[in-house]
């Protein structure tokens, strides 16, 4: 069983930064893609930036050119950095780690969600 573990969210002004995490523990052999969503009140739930094993890294249109996907692949964490926040940004954000564990299984895991608010 793989866990994970978000942190970073918070309040913040519009124009500010924040940075989440999201920590993968357990029986974890490799991970393959690393994602963050994120889901507003009413909303689906959209992706937002996803890295991959290569590091090749991708975003929506909505964040492209103020958030940046990165991750430490000896701390099975990754990261979400927010520039540039806007009021819309606002939303649960939830991290998704899709890999393989020690037993040969595929594990798909998300992440409790960390809410992000951005005032105007």
């Known amino acids: 069983q793989v866990q994970l573990v978000e942190s970073g969210g918070g309040l913040v002004q519009a124009g500010g930064s924040l940075r989440l995490s999201c920590a993968a523990s357990?029986?974890?052999?490799?991970?393959?893609?690393m994602d963050w969503y994120r889901q507003a009140p009413g909303n689906e739930r959209d992706l937002v930036a996803r890295i991959t094993s290569g590091g090749r890294t991708y975003y929506a249109d909505f964040v492209k050119g103020r958030f940046d996907i990165s991750r430490d692949n000896n701390k099975n964490t990754v990261y979400l950095q927010m520039n540039s926040l806007k009021p819309e940004d606002t939303a649960v954000y939830y991290c998704?780690?899709?890999?393989?564990?020690?037993?040969?299984?595929?594990?798909?895991?998300w992440g409790q969600g960390t809410q992000v608010t951005v005032s105007s």
């Open positions: 998704n780690v899709r890999g393989s564990t020690t037993g040969w299984d595929n594990f798909n895991s």
């Open positions: 357990g029986s974890i052999f490799s991970i393959n893609a």
